[in-house]
């Protein structure tokens, strides 16, 4: 329920705390929280749980940027959603965030309603099931800490497709991010036994492919796959690829 959720604004502005907080309780968000600069900021989210961060990007003493770096180096505070509040329109400026954790970056002239979507999009990341299929253990410890940055939190892993199929079968999984090189079953067999099961056919599946070849990412996007990423990914990649199919 919204009023459950605490968010905090982090804002120099008086009159734009309002703003946004008038806009949150439109809402139905309740536990809305204010401070003026990033060194109060990171201090209050180390003793407070915060659902999620709204933040500007020009704040004295530590700026927008620099909180969401202390925030995303810290293991207890990392999986906090972090949204941008924003008046410029520079692209290099978000992807920035975007590369650094930041979920969103929304415009403060947003309506409520627009406003509200964003929020319910970035929300309702902690209770949606992924699951990654790489055989190196290294990069799937790589995806599930990208995804983390990006506001996920039920992130499985198998390291082949055989394995994942057994574990698709059992859980409920609301995407599939898949490797296509990979021992005892690749990524276009487990693609293809996806497809062909009624139960399974409708998980949306993403390819992760270090392949060149056209030939074999055309494929996948034949037998059903809705996209595919080019490793190594950044928190960037994966979170413009996943809002596009689960949102």
Not at 10 to 30: I, P, W, Y
Not at 200 to 227: H, M, W, Y
């Amino acid at each position: 329920m919204e009023d459950d959720k605490k968010i905090l604004v982090v804002t120099s502005s008086d009159r734009q705390h309002k703003d946004c907080a008038d806009q949150l309780n439109q809402m139905g968000f309740e536990n809305i929280f204010n401070v003026s600069n990033g060194i109060k900021a990171l201090e209050f989210v180390k003793n407070n749980p915060i659902d999620l961060i709204l933040s500007d990007w020009d704040i004295p003493k530590m700026d927008g940027l620099e909180l969401l770096k202390a925030i995303k180096k810290d293991t207890s505070l990392q999986s906090t959603p972090f949204i941008f509040l924003t008046v410029h329109k520079d692209e290099n400026k978000n992807r920035e965030a975007m590369n650094h954790g930041a979920v969103d970056n929304v415009s403060q002239s947003l309506s409520s309603e627009n406003l509200r979507e964003n929020i319910e999009v970035v929300l309702k990341r902690g209770i949606r099931n992924i699951l990654i299929v790489e055989d190196s253990g290294i990069q799937r410890e790589i995806l599930i800490a990208q995804l983390q940055q990006i506001g996920f939190e039920n992130i499985s892993g198998a390291s082949d497709g055989k394995e994942a199929l057994s574990y698709i079968e059992s859980h409920p999984v609301d995407i599939i991010l898949s490797d296509l090189k990979m021992p005892v079953m690749d990524g276009l067999e487990l693609l293809r036994k996806v497809k062909e099961n009624s139960r399974l056919k409708d998980i949306p599946f993403l390819v992760l492919t270090i392949d060149s070849d056209p030939n074999k990412n055309q494929e996948a996007l034949r037998l059903g796959a809705l996209d595919y990423i080019v490793k190594p990914s950044t928190p960037d990649d994966l979170h413009l690829k996943i809002r596009n199919i689960l949102y």
